[in-house]
Structure formats: C-alpha cells, structure tokens
C-alpha cells in the first residue's frame, strides 16, 4: 500500500470522526485501473449504502477521461442518494509525485436532508414575497458502472428534451457527445448498450464519436 493512500486513510477516519455519522468519506483509487472496483476505504457508508470495492461515480469517469492538467478540486456541490437524500459533496484531485496523473480521489458527502428540512421551514417564515430559485440538480449517487451508464443515458436525453426515438442526427450527435464527454464509453461494453439504445448501429456510432472529435480538434486550432 502506497504513502500517499495510507495519509489519505488517515485524513478520511479522521474528518469521520470530526463531522460525524452524516459525513461520508471516500476513496477511489484510479493507479490500479480497476474502474468496477474504485472504492479503496469509505467511512460512513451508509449515507449512500456503499462499501469498499463498489464502483465509481460520474466524477471517476470524468477524472479518467479529461486531461489532468485541467481538473480542479470540485467543491460544495449538491448529489442525491437513490432513496432521496440530498447531499452536499466535494471532490479532490490525489495527483502523482510529477503531477501528471490523478492517482486518488477523496470525496466527502454531508447529508444536508434535515438541515433542508429546517431551512426550508425558517424560510417559509421569514419569506414576504414568492421567490424563484432554480439550482442546479443533484447528480445521482450510483453504486456499479452499469447504473452509471443508465444514469448518463438518462441524462443525455433529458438534455436533448426528447426521446432517443424521436431525435433527429444532429440531436443523436449531441447526446452521443455528451455521453461521450462524460468518459461513458470508458465503460465496458457500453458501446453496445448505447448504440442499442439509440436505435444505431456500433458503425455509425463510432462515426458520431468521431465526428464530435473533428469538431473539437477543429475548435483547438
């Protein structure tokens, strides 16, 4: 076991016991390549009902599919549980000793269900007028690389505003990038699942990867 995954054991056991049973801390270790398998240590994990060797979240595949040089620590951002718990989360980047590869993520979820629950309350108190705020929402919290495809299709179509079976080539393109951009096909098999999904072969799939490459390469120069 490396230095670096020992220190970050002792950081996590110690913010555990600092916040308390609402605070989860998790470690994924992405220096063995094992992606169904990311979750090295995890305190407190029945905030989201995981355990050490469960997969990664959406931000593991984002991780391995950018370059390094542009992540930066993601901090109080809001995720959602499968049974509805709101959680405010933040991720840091654990990069090599010559920086050019994240070796871990250490991520913290604070269940904020019942702090919502009272603010909430007090705001319906201390309100004088009808406000609207639209947030942004939380990412669902997954516990195999399976529910992660599920849950980027999901979104995909959802950002289209249509089903795949009504969408269009250059609709089909955009959520093929999307999912794309997501780090998606770092997934085993997940060029069949979909290829399948979208009603499109793995030919013209591949060829709508590719087209979204051009494009980007086009933007670069």
């Not at 991780?63 to 993601?74: A, I, Q």
């Not at 920086?99 to 603010?119: A, E, H, P, R, V």
């Not at 393109?173 to 009603?199: E, M, P, R």
Request: one cysteine or more.
């Amino acid at each position: 076991m490396s230095y670096t995954l020992d220190l970050l054991k002792q950081m996590a056991d110690g913010l555990a016991r600092q916040f308390g049973p609402d605070c989860e801390i998790v470690i994924h270790d992405l220096e063995k390549h094992d992606l169904e398998h990311s979750i090295v240590h995890i305190n407190n994990g029945h905030v989201t009902n995981r355990q050490e060797g469960d997969g990664p979240s959406k931000v593991v595949l984002e991780t391995l599919h950018r370059d390094p040089s542009s992540l930066k620590d993601h901090l109080g951002y809001l995720t959602k549980t499968a049974n509805g718990k709101i959680l405010k989360s933040s991720t840091m980047y654990i990069r090599s000793e010559d920086g050019n590869s994240i070796d871990y993520l250490l991520s913290i979820n604070y269940d904020i269900t019942g702090l919502m629950t009272i603010d909430r309350s007090i705001k319906a108190l201390i309100d004088t007028e009808t406000q609207t705020d639209i947030k942004q929402q939380p990412e669902p919290i997954v516990h195999n690389v399976n529910d992660l495809l599920d849950t980027l299709i999901e979104q995909s179509v959802a950002m289209i505003g249509k089903p795949a079976a009504l969408m269009n080539k250059e609709e089909k393109v955009a959520a093929i990038q999307f999912l794309n951009d997501a780090g998606a096909f770092l997934i085993t098999k997940s060029g069949d699942k979909v290829s399948k999904y979208f009603g499109i072969s793995k030919f013209t799939l591949y060829s709508y990867i590719d087209v979204n490459s051009r494009k980007a390469d086009d933007k670069k120069a």
